[in-house]
């Protein structure tokens, strides 16, 4: 239980700096949200310098929890009594019949909880990759001694192709790691709680930052669309790092959304650059995600904010370097040897069919075919309407480094030196998964807000409403 | 007028897509939950990883904490099921890193693994082990001669 202490103290330490970095007049919605991404961030990158400086052991975990938390909170009380800064207005609902998809909500992500329980009680540690990869350098990275090296060299599981990783990066493992170190014990229920966490935090994340960009009926939308696909849904209990990607994603996407309307908010692009680096914190793909996100900042921050971003994304990009370089040794089984041939792979027709075809097939089996959520999409976009261009701003400019993500992705497995047969099977439903959250932000703020399409409740009625 | 029969339309068109999505979204979530439901019963504990853990605990006791350990098996490690039983096996002796039986140079200590009854005590010797303990459920602890 002493574990579960850990993720929940090293959470609201995260929700303190996030908030406290957001500055006054952002919503703490937001912030309670970001809490665990950040936390299990900020967390996991102190806990591998610790390691790699072997001065790690369950005190020292311990006071980084503390000390996170003691920051945050003195950095939140100080930016309390700042001035300045705008109180955000969410927009109000005008129709009663929002309560439905309250509700619809609230049973979707009850039944997701219910999903990855059953999951977890009839797997404790996990799917293939779970027990085989994560779970297993978190077991490395909690031992005493020096032992957690091992995480990181490529006689782990026996150099077996696709089952060892030493490159992977240390976000997930690092702070499951830390977690068994503070308690002692290394109890599945750990890894289990943070799996089944970051996909209700992914939710909590969008529903917030949805509902202060767009109001809360475009959250709740959002939200039901989010959790409709089963390949989301049974990846809450997997307890891989897949979820917790997409949950880097959506929130430098909602961040930097948030900051194109309150450009003088810096600390919104010093913690959507913060988001950005732990992305290839997280997994390798978080790469290609974080350069493009690089690039797209600088671009909409060309007037200012450039710096504020960077100090964000500097510090766990460099730790992800000096890991990659200093720490890893190996090299990944299923990268092309070398650039000839992975262009020679790319000349090949049938491997680009092989792909496309498997990218369509999952694509299809990501939900069933009622509820499939480019179904939900289409009709909601049906009702909504896009803004009219005036309105659109550069919000689709978001888009760009999740789909870059996902275009990586897809000329991998083009290349990949697997069988490209197993290689896509096993990857492409997780790798659907990844861009979806943040790709949903840029959709949905691409249309109407949906009290916009409603009548104003007259003051009689609103009085009535308060009665 | 036209505004106002616009507006509407435009609210009627929120109102009931809201509701349709809504309740598509609940019935899809709850077929996903049976789907799950429905899988765990039938193959819980598919790779095997929460038995593995269960029958490792009396060569865990035994074994170093930490450091490079020997993997001998009757399964080969190449095969799908071979893969599975080692990955298992690396996941429940973690923090000690499992090695194959030929790894030079060889490891002090030695974890059997295995799938059927045999003679453990000539499978470890042929391998220049020897017999520590037999903890059952074929896992076997061995140490260098």
Redesign the interface.
Known sequence: MLGLLFVLLTSVAGAFLAKAAMGRGQAWSVARMLGPGIGAGVASLAFFLLRWAGVANAAVVWSIAVVMLTAGVVAWRRTKTAAGGREAVAAKPRSEWIWVARVAVVLSLALLVGDAMTAYSASPDGEWDAFSIWDLRARFMAAEGDSWIAAARPGVNAGLAGASHPGYPLLLSGWIGMAWMADGEMESVVPGTVSVLFALIAAGVLFAGMRELRGEWSALLAVLVLVSPEAFRSQAGAQCADIALSLYLLMWTVLTAMWLRDRDQRGLLALAGLTAGLAPWTKNEGWPFALAAVAVTCWLARRGGILAFLAGFVPPAVVTILFKTMVATGSEGVYPPTIAVAFERFSDFDRWAAVIGAYGRHGIEMGVAYAHPLVLLVLIGWALKPVVKAERGEVAWLALPALAMAAAEFLMLVATSADIRWHTGTSVPRLLIQPWPALLVVVFCLLRRPEDSLPVMSMAAQRRKRA | MAKTGE??R??W?????????????????????D???T???Q?????G??RT?ARMAGAIALLP???EVA?LTDVG?ETTAG??A???A??AL???????ANAKPAPLWAVGNYSKPADFEAFGRERGYELVRDTGNGVVVYRRK
Do not use: C, M, W
């Open positions: 507006t509407a435009g609210a068109r929120v109102i009931s897509v809201t509701l349709v999505v809504s309740a598509l979204a609940v019935p899809a979530a709850l077929e996903s939950y789907v799950s439901k899988l765990s019963e193959s819980p504990d598919a790779f990883a929460t853990h904490e930490e450091g993997y490690v893969t599975a080692f990955l298992t690396q996941n973690a923090p000690r890193l499992l090695v194959k």
